[in-house]
């Protein structure tokens, strides 16, 4: 199933600067889109989620863009921490239906 | 904050064998998703629960899979008849009724079929 996929398997950033992760989808009829952040041996943690008549929600350090011509939204971090490194998954589901997940991108934030 | 619980974190079992994995979802939460995640895939849905009854199920949730909501707490999955290729992560999750209302995930069974 590839309708959400994240092409980059990982992104290493310096702390204090900006993280920005990835995600294309090809199904336009997603209406609703999410990023969790997992840690090992833990499930994923939600984050921050847009609906598709937004194009930009925004919650503390975390910003997610919404480019629905290109199928195509990001998560934004600013400032970036080292508590920040972990796997994270972008999703995207239909009327409250099932999600789709990405493949998922592991940032390493650097002291 | 509330969170999914799930029991246990790790289910070591013979192939054929049945196999109950439990969650305890988020109090207020009306629905419930069962999803899996085999070792360097992605996360896959299997099933949704709501009302007390399957709402949508995956290709992989066959006649070996079941779920039940057996009290006002409890969630859980059945295997009947468990295959090597069952192992994998076992995520439980919930969310509110309404629009917009995140999925609230469980920190994972690890399912070993030997």
């Known amino acids: 199933d590839q309708q959400v996929k994240q092409n980059s398997p990982s992104l290493s950033v310096q702390e204090g600067r900006i993280s920005i992760l990835n995600c294309d989808y090809t199904?336009?009829?997603?209406?609703?889109f999410l990023w969790y952040k997992k840690y090992p041996a833990e499930g994923p943690t939600f984050l921050i989620s847009?609906?598709?008549?937004?194009d930009k929600n925004e919650d503390g350090r975390f910003t997610v863009f919404l480019n629905k011509s290109a199928k195509h939204l990001s998560l934004h971090i600013v400032p970036s921490q080292p508590g920040d490194s972990a796997v994270y998954f972008c999703?995207?589901?239909?009327?409250?239906?099932?999600?789709?997940f990405g493949q998922g991108t592991e940032l390493s934030v650097k002291p | 904050e509330p969170e999914v619980t799930q029991t246990p974190s790790h289910q070591v079992t013979q192939m054929g064998q049945e196999v109950i994995l439990r969650c305890v979802p988020i109090?207020?939460?009306?629905?419930f998703y069962w999803y899996r995640q085999i070792l360097g895939q992605k996360v896959e849905f299997l099933v949704s629960?709501?009302?007390?009854?399957?709402?949508?199920k995956s290709e992989i949730f066959d006649d070996q899979f079941s779920v039940e909501r057996p009290d006002g707490s409890n969630f859980t999955l059945k295997i009947r008849s468990t295959k090597l290729e069952d192992s994998a992560m076992y995520f439980c999750?919930?969310?509110?009724?309404?629009?917009?209302?995140?999925?609230?995930f469980g920190d994972g069974t690890r399912l070993s079929i030997l």
């Open positions: 999750a919930s969310s509110e009724q309404g629009q917009g209302q995140p999925q609230h």
């Open positions: 199904n336009s009829m997603f209406d609703y």
């Open positions: 999703a995207a589901s239909r009327s409250r239906g099932k999600l789709i």
């Open positions: 847009i609906s598709s008549i937004k």
């Open positions: 109090s207020n939460h009306l629905y």
């Open positions: 629960f709501y009302n007390n009854e399957i709402s949508e």
